[in-house]
């Protein structure tokens, strides 16, 4: 149990607010290919594309379970996708960790002094509220908190 203004969490409440993984972000250079080969080889059915200017990226979601499969591609090279694709090449670039609240899990973690790419809760694609903390914080992963919107996702 929390008290008011207590930055520690007990076990539980940690365990309690990863619900799910929300989505692989996966870096491409040609999100039409891509896609094909993700459904030609796995079935995956595309459910949602987005271009989100904010973060530079034009995005296509495929289901995965209760999950997604997150193609990016960059809107152009001096964007972060654009910079990574530059010096690292196709691959994973991001894991989502679905959470109730974004806002509470950022606190939590600034409390930790984990480094926080995002200082506060942003818009994601197709109504998501997001936030991204910094690979150092997770052992190299780019990690990004996603909050489900008001839209029912499907699966
Ligand atoms: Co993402």
């Given at each position: 149990?929390?008290?008011?203004?207590?930055?520690?969490?007990?076990?539980?409440?940690?365990?309690?607010?990863?619900?799910?993984?929300?989505?692989v972000?996966?870096?491409?250079?040609?999100?039409e290919?891509?896609?094909?080969?993700?459904?030609?080889?796995?079935?995956?059915?595309?459910?949602?594309r987005?271009?989100?200017?904010?973060?530079?990226?034009?995005?296509?979601?495929?289901?995965?379970?209760?999950?997604?499969?997150?193609?990016?591609?960059?809107?152009?090279?001096?964007?972060?996708?654009?910079?990574?694709?530059?010096?690292?090449g196709?691959?994973?670039?991001?894991?989502?960790?679905?959470?109730?609240?974004?806002?509470?899990?950022?606190?939590?973690?600034?409390?930790?002094?984990?480094?926080?790419?995002?200082q506060a809760?942003?818009?994601?694609?197709?109504?998501?509220?997001?936030a991204?903390?910094?690979?150092?914080?997770?052992?190299?992963?780019?990690?990004?908190?996603?909050?489900?919107?008001?839209?029912?996702?499907?699966?």
């Amino acid at each position: 149990m929390e008290t008011p203004g207590s930055t520690e969490a007990s076990p539980s409440d940690v365990a309690s607010v990863l619900l799910d993984i929300d989505h692989v972000g996966i870096a491409v250079t040609d999100l039409e290919a891509a896609v094909e080969e993700y459904r030609a080889a796995l079935g995956a059915e595309p459910v949602h594309r987005e271009v989100v200017r904010e973060q530079g990226v034009e995005e296509v979601l495929l289901r995965a379970g209760t999950s997604y499969i997150q193609l990016v591609t960059p809107l152009g090279p001096n964007t972060p996708v654009g910079k990574f694709l530059e010096r690292r090449g196709e691959g994973v670039h991001h894991v989502g960790y679905r959470v109730a609240e974004v806002g509470p899990v950022l606190e939590r973690l600034r409390a930790m002094g984990v480094p926080l790419v995002d200082q506060a809760p942003r818009p994601g694609s197709w109504g998501t509220t997001v936030a991204f903390v910094h690979p150092r914080g997770f052992r190299g992963v780019l990690v990004e908190l996603v909050q489900a919107g008001p839209l029912p996702k499907p699966g």
